[in-house]
């Protein structure tokens, strides 16, 4: 049985590696809530999303539109994968992430054999002899969970945070996490002293 897991990062992609788990791993490198999301087809965020990263961290635009066409080219080949595993944490940074996989899923039709292994630990600071316990964690996702990710990823490339805040209105419980992560997603806009939470915090220190 072919199986592709899915990852945060490299670190996590790294320890899963080396506990064993077995199947193709993809390491979602992308800091989404950081810059502009597009609506649209994966490929077409990719593009904004690489020009977006090479500026912001001085690499080069090409070297980082190579690494998103190739985690874009294993998406689209998940028809070759009979199992999907989604290993994230509970925060802003892997929420977001799960959010658009589970869109780009949504889009293709494709909820047979995949899995959510979601953790409320982080997986980075795991050893591999104990990052396989989440595995006893991991559910099947269907149509109730990739149309949040849908819906939710949506509002994320809408021009204004109203569509965020509306969304928090909604149930959310089939994915416990992405409410947390929105509400932290919209404590990054400036507050009414024009400062971030990260800025408060930056300054406070």
């Known amino acids: 049985?072919?199986?592709?897991?899915?990852?945060?990062?490299?670190?996590?992609?790294?320890?899963?590696?080396?506990?064993?788990?077995?199947?193709?791993?993809?390491?979602?490198?992308?800091?989404?809530?950081?810059?502009?999301?597009?609506?649209?087809t994966l490929e077409e965020n990719s593009t904004e999303r690489a020009a977006f990263l090479a500026g912001q961290?001085?690499?080069?635009?090409?070297?980082?539109?190579?690494?998103?066409a190739e985690r874009d080219a294993v998406m689209r080949r998940h028809a070759a994968f009979d199992r999907i595993e989604l290993w994230f944490?509970?925060?802003?940074?892997?929420?977001?992430?799960l959010v658009q996989i589970l869109s780009f899923l949504a889009d293709e039709g494709r909820s047979d054999g995949v899995v959510l292994v979601q953790a409320d630990d982080f997986?980075?600071?795991?050893?591999?002899?104990?990052?396989?316990?989440?595995?006893e964690r991991a559910r099947a996702i269907g149509e109730a969970e990739l149309e949040i990710g849908d819906l939710v990823w949506a509002d994320l490339a809408m021009p204004t945070p109203d569509y965020v805040?509306?969304?928090?209105?909604?149930?959310?419980?089939?994915?416990?996490?992405?409410?947390?992560?929105?509400?932290?997603?919209?404590?990054?806009?400036?507050?009414?002293?024009?400062?971030?939470?990260?800025?408060?915090?930056?300054l406070a220190a």
Not at 59 to 64: D, H, I, Q, R, S
Not at 89 to 97: G, I, N, P, S
Not at 175 to 193: K, S
Request: aromatic share 6%; no cysteine.
């Open 1 to 40: 049985m072919a199986t592709l897991i899915i990852t945060n990062g490299d670190s996590a992609a790294d320890l899963l590696a080396a506990a064993g788990r077995d199947g193709e791993i993809l390491p979602w490198r992308d800091v989404l809530h950081e810059g502009r999301i597009r609506a649209g």
């Open 57 to 68: 961290f001085d690499l080069p635009v090409e070297e980082v539109a190579a690494t998103f």
């Open 89 to 97: 944490e509970h925060d802003l940074y892997d929420q977001l992430q």
């Open 123 to 135: 997986l980075g600071h795991q050893r591999p002899q104990t990052i396989l316990r989440f595995a």
């Open 165 to 202: 805040v509306r969304r928090l209105g909604q149930p959310l419980n089939r994915l416990p996490f992405v409410a947390p992560a929105l509400l932290r997603f919209l404590e990054e806009l400036p507050g009414p002293n024009g400062l971030s939470r990260t800025e408060e915090a930056a």
